[in-house]
């Protein structure tokens, strides 16, 4: 990074944008840290590339929160006050998010967090912003699918109430699923860090549920779908974003077959903006993108845009650029931001099957 940046100072006059970036780039959520990371470093180089912002660099500066409570809160401080940066990116987990959302509200640098999805996020204050959808519309669209697609009508839920993220999805999949005449047959819960669920799924087998909704992250979602397979159940799996991490098959293996989970992108989709992405990240890291490196890079350029619009980078003057954003074409789609700093935009519906994630449809809201 110091070397390009030095590449970059010799190309342009002034000195570098920052863009704040905290994710969980070690620790349980690592996988989440460095899709992220990858997409946020794509995004800066292609913009510097491009000509930069305002004339001058974008530097990402980047600090790890090690997937650890309350260092997001010091990582959001420490690029406030040490490295001065226009804007703040991060991060995946609604909890970790709503950690900095505080901190940057209260120093007014404006926050976008490119897939936490509490609706409690943006509810902190008028300088936090929102590139994927929120829980609300993922609860509802995964329920749908389940009803009136699959014909699922007795779904169980296995909340990790450690989690805002898993607490909400979970309440806002049931109001769905119960108000298109499904029944919640079973609801267990477990902390964030057990990895043995054998007795919450004891409890739901006997439920005699045709789903099992999971509003967890990847690690519990493989745990659970080996270990459901083994007590003999078939409940069809489903889940919401958190799945999103190559680390989900790893762990799962063949027990995922047959699970759906909704997200914010689709490698599979034919918009010229999403297969450039996509050609441009296999061509740098060898691999395909998954949804949270495509929602960063779409929250690093989102920013730069609104830099762009503002013709600053003072605080008050990004918020209004990023406040004002409509149908900014990105690789996850057109995303307007609207009067609540949420983003209007479509959701993917993912199956596994044969081992792969395969793409189903997009859903509107």
Known sequence: MAAALLGARALF?????RIGFFMSITGRDASFGEASLRGARLAVDELNASGGVLGRPVE?????????????????????????????????SSARTLEAASVAQAGGVP???PAATSPRITQVGDEIFRVCFADPFQGRVIATFARRRLGLGRAALLVDSSAPYSVGLAEYF??????????????????????????????????????????????????????????GMK???????????????????????????ATHFAVESTGKASRGFVEAFRGR???VPNGLAALTYDAVRLVADAIGRAGTTEHASVRRALAA????????????????????????????????????EAIRP
């Open 235 to 261: 409940a069809t799996l489903l889940g919401g974003d958190g799945f999103e991490a190559p680390q989900l098959l790893e762990i799962g293996g063949a027990a995922l077959e047959g699970t759906y989970y």
């Open 285 to 287: 890291y060898g691999t």
């Open 325 to 360: 954003t409509r149908d900014f074409a990105g690789v996850t789609g057109l995303t307007t931001i609207n009067a609540q700093r949420e983003a209007d935009k479509d959701a993917a519906i993912i199956t596994i099957r044969d081992g792969r994630a395969i793409f189903v």
């Open 111 to 113: 926050l976008v967090t």
């Open 60 to 92: 990402l500066v980047v600090e790890d929160n090690r997937s650890l409570a309350g260092e997001s809160a010091t990582a959001a401080k420490k690029l406030i006050s040490r490295d001065r940066v226009a804007a703040l990116v991060g991060e995946c």
């Open 13 to 17: 006059a002034g000195e570098p944008v």
């Open 174 to 231: 049931s109001r769905t699923f119960t108000a298109l005449g499904g029944e919640i047959v079973a609801t267990q819960s477990y902390m964030g860090s057990e990895t043995d669920f054998r007795a919450q799924l004891t409890a739901i087998r006997a439920a005699r549920p045709d789903a099992l909704f999971l509003p967890g992250y990847y690690v519990a979602a493989g745990l659970v779908a080996r270990q459901a397979r083994e007590l």
